[in-house]
């Protein structure tokens, strides 16, 4: 059973590992974002159909019921990455990640409501705990600058991620994970289709390369291992455990774009660091 524990925890950690690709990937291409999600979504989506057929999952969506859930946490989703990106343009992969990183703090407050789960109190140690840290990481505060609005994004971007993580709880007891991200993805591509049609997409000629490791590595793989925890964790778990994120984007971030970190960086992602540390050992010992 430890043993069993210990493999899923290896495997979220690796799923936060391949998701904070998004980071420095989504300040490094070089196109309009909507377009972004767009090809992101439509890749990963043909990836994740051709897994499913060759693993020969059954994909169909069995009620009318769940396709509203996979339908709201698709747009949930869609909106999630459309602001993250934005805030990613706005500020740095550093400020921009940890501005997402409320979210742990928001998802333990809102899963008691959407989910038969007991309300842990200790979440709320954790989440401030991260909160704290992001706090140290930010810059001096000002609504005027860009920074302020990439950390109002972020914040925004958190409340979606917070709410489509839940949604996605509900359908694992019955889907996969990665016929869950399928579902979702295919909805978004199909969703933002039409702006193919009003905005510029030729870029995507230089910028495949980095666009095709997004919807591969990054949402194929890495948001599909991620959905898959979720049954073997809460979501609340799961997204204090995955705050991680933050400290490997900064550092691929610090060899592929050549962003340093600067002490508070590293004094703020050593607090988030050590809530992913007490979450991972109390989760084992539940």
């Known amino acids: 059973m430890k043993n069993q524990h210990s493999n899923h925890l290896i495997q979220l950690t690796l799923a936060t590992l391949f998701v904070s690709t998004s980071g420095a990937l989504g300040k490094f291409i070089d196109m309009p974002t909507p377009i972004i999600i767009w090809?992101?979504?439509?890749?990963?989506?043909?990836?994740l159909l051709a897994f499913i057929m060759y693993k020969k999952?059954?994909?169909?969506?069995?009620?009318?019921?769940?396709?509203?859930?996979?339908?709201?946490?698709?747009?949930?989703?869609?909106?999630?990455?459309?602001?993250?990106?934005?805030?990613?343009?706005?500020?740095?992969v550093a400020i921009g990640?940890?501005?997402?990183?409320?979210?742990?703090?928001?998802?333990?407050?809102l899963e008691p409501l959407f989910i038969k789960v007991k309300f842990d109190p200790v979440y709320i140690i954790l989440g401030l705990m991260v909160l704290l840290g992001i706090y140290i990481l930010a810059p001096e505060f000002n609504l005027e600058s860009t920074y302020m609005q990439g950390i109002l994004?972020?914040?925004l971007s958190a409340s979606l991620y917070s709410l489509r993580l839940i949604l996605s709880k509900k359908l694992t007891a019955v889907y996969n994970g990665t016929s869950i991200m399928f579902y979702q993805i295919?909805?978004?591509?199909?969703?933002?289709?039409?702006?193919?049609?009003?905005?510029?997409?030729?870029a995507i000629s230089t910028q495949f390369p980095y666009v095709l490791t997004l919807a591969l590595l990054t949402t194929a793989i890495g948001?599909?291992?991620?959905?898959n925890s979720l049954k073997h964790f809460t979501v609340s778990t799961a997204s204090i455990i995955s705050s991680s994120q933050p400290?490997?984007?900064?550092?691929?971030?610090?060899?592929?774009?050549?962003?340093?970190?600067?002490?508070?960086?590293?004094?703020?992602?050593?607090?988030?660091?050590?809530?992913?540390?007490?979450?991972?050992?109390r989760s084992r010992n539940t």
């Open 39 to 47: 090809w992101r979504s439509a890749l990963g989506g043909l990836f």
């Open 97 to 109: 990640m940890l501005s997402l990183f409320v979210y742990p703090i928001i998802t333990a407050l």
């Open 223 to 227: 948001h599909t291992m991620l959905v």
């Open 57 to 92: 999952y059954n994909h169909k969506i069995h009620s009318k019921k769940d396709f509203t859930t996979i339908f709201i946490s698709a747009i949930l989703l869609g909106s999630h990455w459309i602001t993250y990106f934005y805030a990613l343009k706005l500020t740095n």
């Open 186 to 202: 295919a909805v978004l591509a199909i969703m933002l289709a039409p702006i193919l049609f009003f905005m510029d997409t030729s």
């Open 153 to 155: 994004l972020g914040l």
């Open 247 to 281: 400290i490997f984007g900064i550092i691929i971030a610090f060899f592929f774009l050549n962003e340093i970190p600067t002490l508070n960086t590293f004094l703020g992602g050593s607090l988030i660091l050590a809530t992913v540390i007490i979450e991972s050992v």
